[in-house]
């Protein structure tokens, strides 16, 4: 005979089970906690008055004006909150990058403030300075899981990532999909940089490799312990490795979500339940002031790329993946994310609209 006991257990099991499954998928669909909807704007009253109907114009009048006063507000709030996703957005820095040091120098410089006027919720990690994607990821993800999601009670995040940090975010999407809601790649290293070719080619095996490899490691060093995490070791030899084409090819055969169908081309929108996206640019001199634009011209000129067009560090067409907004915007790799000190081409667009333009098309899309 079957214990009655033992079926009230089983059946209670069940339900807790049902119940968990339940939990969690309404968890998968949480916003963060400083979420506001896009609001219809309300409709406006119709006017079925006769000329001689004084009681029914006055009744008009005044319920028009109160639909002019919802207007401005529903107005006033979506403008307000004209950034603010549903997910927050995680801004994923390059090689050699950083958060902020010194407390006053962005890596996306003045880009997560223009995402805040509108409400946005945006984070800023540091993961190491130079190392492969797949360590770096593993940093992004303690990160995400640690500290974005419980201080947002958000289940998901946008990670949108500069240069090396393309590929650091897609293998955050890769391992841990169910966070993840889209993926964007600005200037990604996505097949590789021609001038980590060259570097691969002429550097290391070479008698600079270790004096190289040494000055590299404490750059990202000291970037790092200024950027608070002194505790990071970097790696330049693996960082090279991996950014050569060889090197991100390999890494995309293990990650291929989003990879375009074709060399210059568009891969899939919507990979796993995550969206991707890139945008990126060519040029190298975009500012007379700006004292970085002659050392994108440099690794322009010393770079591997075929007689392709590149940002000075990656070439046009290997920072395509998933859907490609755009790929010639004048700027380069370091305007991309408004380096240095927003000292970008002023006849192109500023780098900032390009993130609030992408925010807006999240928050249009209900993500």
């Known amino acids: 005979m079957i214990n009655t006991k033992t079926l009230f257990s089983a059946a209670g099991t069940l339900a807790l089970s049902i119940s968990a499954m339940s939990v969690s998928t309404v968890i998968q669909a949480s916003p963060h906690s400083n979420y506001v909807p896009y609001q219809e704007a309300p409709v406006a009253p119709v006017n079925n008055c006769k000329w001689y109907q004084a009681v029914c114009k006055t009744k008009y009048g005044i319920d028009y004006a109160a639909y002019l006063i919802d207007k401005a507000q529903v107005n006033a709030t979506n403008h307000e909150n004209r950034y603010n996703t549903q997910y927050p957005i995680v801004l994923v820095h390059g090689v050699s990058g950083f958060d902020k040091i010194l407390g006053a120098i962005e890596y996306f410089q003045g880009i997560p403030s223009a995402l805040r006027d509108g409400n946005a919720v945006v984070y800023t990690p540091n993961v190491t300075a130079w190392d492969d994607a797949s360590s770096r990821g593993e940093q992004l993800l303690d990160y ?5 999601l419980p201080e947002t009670g958000a289940s998901k995040v946008h990670l949108v ?123 190298t001199f975009t500012n007379a002031l700006d004292v970085s634009d002659p050392l994108m011209a440099l690794f322009d000129t010393l770079g591997y790329y075929n007689g392709e067009a590149s940002d000075g560090l990656v070439a046009k067409c290997s920072q395509h993946w998933g859907e490609n ?5 004048w700027m380069n790799h370091l305007d991309a994310t408004n380096m240095l000190f927003g000292l970008h081409n002023l006849l192109e667009t500023n780098p900032k609209t390009l993130y609030k333009n992408h925010a807006d098309r999240f928050r249009g899309m209900g993500l």
């Open 144 to 148: 995400i899981e640690n500290t974005v």
């Open 161 to 283: 990532g500069h240069s090396l940090g393309s590929p650091t975010s897609r293998y955050v999407a890769g391992v841990s999909p169910e966070i993840v809601s889209s993926v964007t790649s600005v200037n990604g290293i996505n097949y590789g940089s021609g001038f980590a070719d060259w570097g691969v080619e002429n550097i290391i095996g070479g008698p600079l490799e270790g004096i190289g490899e040494d000055l590299i490691n404490l750059t990202g060093n000291v970037l790092d312990a200024l950027a608070g995490n002194p505790e990071y070791a970097n790696d330049a030899l693996t960082s090279i490795l991996f950014m050569s084409s060889e090197g991100a090819l390999a890494f995309s055969e293990e990650f291929p979500d989003g990879e375009p169908t074709t060399y210059c081309g568009n891969g899939a929108n919507l990979v796993n339940g995550i969206h991707y996206y890139s945008w990126g640019s060519t040029g």
């Open 325 to 329: 907004i755009r790929d010639d915007y």
